[in-house]
């Protein structure tokens, strides 16, 4: 599960540096701009400052998105690949549609029926159900190719992951704002109605419990689960038939479909973008799933102002 923001708090500013032309000496330039730069210095400096900071952003997004390294040695072949992804993504509806509900019909209650506490609580164990399911299914599907080959679902605290997190941290500002242009692409039925999630209500009601556990469904269960099969599974996979950065692309449509939301398609896919580069760059699942806890968290925060 990813949270993503449709507010407008974010905005942005291209500004594009002119150079000056090659037939004029630079020391002649220089002093005819000199006077210039007397009169109106304020706006010289914040001019300079505002392309420092779009030439600093840019340097941050070219960082994140140089892939470096080989594709992975993939034992498996697509059929595997399609296995996985199917059964994964049918034990996440079948758990948290049917079986749970089903659990909780036959305990004598509903999950409307709870106090916020209490919606929070079932939410959070529903996260766990699916995603214990999910790499249930991935263990069982992968256990006759193991000993897995290197670099398959490494988890460490070494390596200089943490500068790539930070780059991609710095991309958060552009996936807010395509939520937007979705919204405006596709926006939604006027005849649909509004509905308030569960997660919104506990925040309305400021209870600090249920919001500690949401806290902890959207920050630490659901990037651990969908990092480890839409990075530490799909992504590497997908490398034994295309590119490294098709397979990154690819995962990424995977990944924005299995959130079944039309209005969150383009931040989606672009955030699954940025955390599959971090990871490819990386080779650590802890460097994606600590940035889409990040990002989780970020948007929790901003749905509590």
Same mark, same amino acid.
């Given at each position: 599960?990813?949270?993503?923001?449709?507010?407008?708090?974010?905005?942005?500013?291209?500004?594009?540096?002119?150079?000056?032309?090659?037939?004029?000496?630079?020391?002649?330039?220089?002093?005819?701009?000199?006077?210039?730069?007397?009169?109106?210095?304020?706006?010289?400096?914040?001019?300079?400052?505002?392309?420092?900071? !779009?030439?600093?952003?840019?340097?941050?997004?070219?960082? !994140?998105?140089?892939?470096?390294?080989?594709?992975?040695?993939?034992?498996?072949?697509?059929?595997?690949?399609?296995?996985?992804?199917?059964?994964?993504?049918?034990?996440?509806?079948? !758990?948290?549609?049917?079986?749970?509900?089903?659990?909780?019909?036959?305990?004598?209650?509903?999950?409307?029926?709870?106090?916020?506490?209490?919606?929070?609580?079932?939410?959070?164990?529903?996260?766990?159900?699916?995603?214990?399911?999910?790499?249930?299914?991935?263990?069982?599907?992968?256990?006759?190719?193991?000993?897995?080959?290197?670099?398959?679902?490494?988890?460490?605290?070494?390596?200089?992951?943490?500068?790539?997190?930070?780059?991609?941290?710095?991309?958060?500002?552009?996936?807010?704002?395509?939520?937007?242009?979705?919204?405006?692409?596709?926006?939604?039925?006027?005849?649909?109605?509004?509905?308030?999630?569960?997660?919104?209500?506990?925040? !309305?009601?400021?209870?600090?419990?249920?919001?500690?556990?949401?806290?902890?469904?959207?920050?630490?269960?659901?990037?651990?689960?969908?990092?480890?099969?839409?990075?530490?599974?799909?992504?590497?996979?997908?490398?034994?038939?295309?590119?490294?950065?098709?397979?990154?692309?690819?995962?990424?449509?995977?990944?924005?479909?299995?959130?079944?939301?039309?209005?969150?398609?383009?931040?989606?896919?672009?955030?699954?973008?940025?955390?599959?580069?971090?990871?490819?760059?990386?080779?650590?699942?802890?460097?994606?799933?600590?940035?889409?806890?990040?990002?989780?968290?970020?948007?929790?925060?901003?749905?509590?102002?």
């Amino acid at each position: 599960m990813v949270v993503v923001s449709v507010s407008l708090k974010w905005k942005f500013s291209c500004f594009r540096h002119e150079e000056s032309s090659s037939g004029i000496p630079e020391s002649e330039f220089v002093e005819d701009k000199l006077p210039e730069e007397l009169v109106k210095p304020g706006l010289d400096q914040s001019s300079a400052v505002k392309k420092d900071w !779009v030439s600093n952003f840019r340097e941050a997004a070219g960082a !994140v998105f140089t892939i470096r390294g080989k594709p992975w040695t993939v034992p498996w072949t697509a059929e595997t690949i399609l296995q996985v992804m199917l059964l994964w993504v049918a034990s996440f509806w079948f !758990v948290g549609s049917w079986i749970i509900p089903f659990l909780a019909h036959v305990a004598g209650f509903s999950k409307e029926s709870l106090s916020y506490r209490g919606q929070a609580l079932y939410s959070l164990l529903t996260d766990v159900a699916e995603g214990l399911t999910g790499i249930a299914i991935l263990h069982r599907c992968l256990a006759r190719f193991r000993p897995l080959p290197p670099n398959w679902f490494e988890f460490s605290l070494r390596g200089n992951w943490q500068l790539d997190v930070g780059l991609g941290c710095l991309m958060f500002p552009l996936v807010n704002r395509l939520s937007q242009v979705n919204l405006n692409l596709l926006p939604l039925v006027p005849s649909t109605p509004v509905t308030v999630s569960s997660v919104e209500q506990s925040i !309305v009601a400021r209870d600090p419990v249920a919001m500690a556990l949401y806290v902890v469904v959207v920050s630490v269960c659901a990037p651990v689960w969908e990092e480890i099969v839409f990075r530490g599974f799909l992504l590497p996979s997908l490398t034994k038939y295309m590119p490294v950065w098709g397979s990154i692309l690819v995962s990424s449509v995977a990944f924005a479909l299995a959130h079944f939301n039309g209005q969150r398609m383009l931040p989606l896919i672009f955030l699954g973008m940025v955390m599959g580069t971090v990871f490819a760059r990386s080779r650590n699942l802890l460097a994606s799933m600590l940035l889409h806890s990040l990002w989780n968290g970020f948007v929790f925060l901003d749905l509590m102002k």
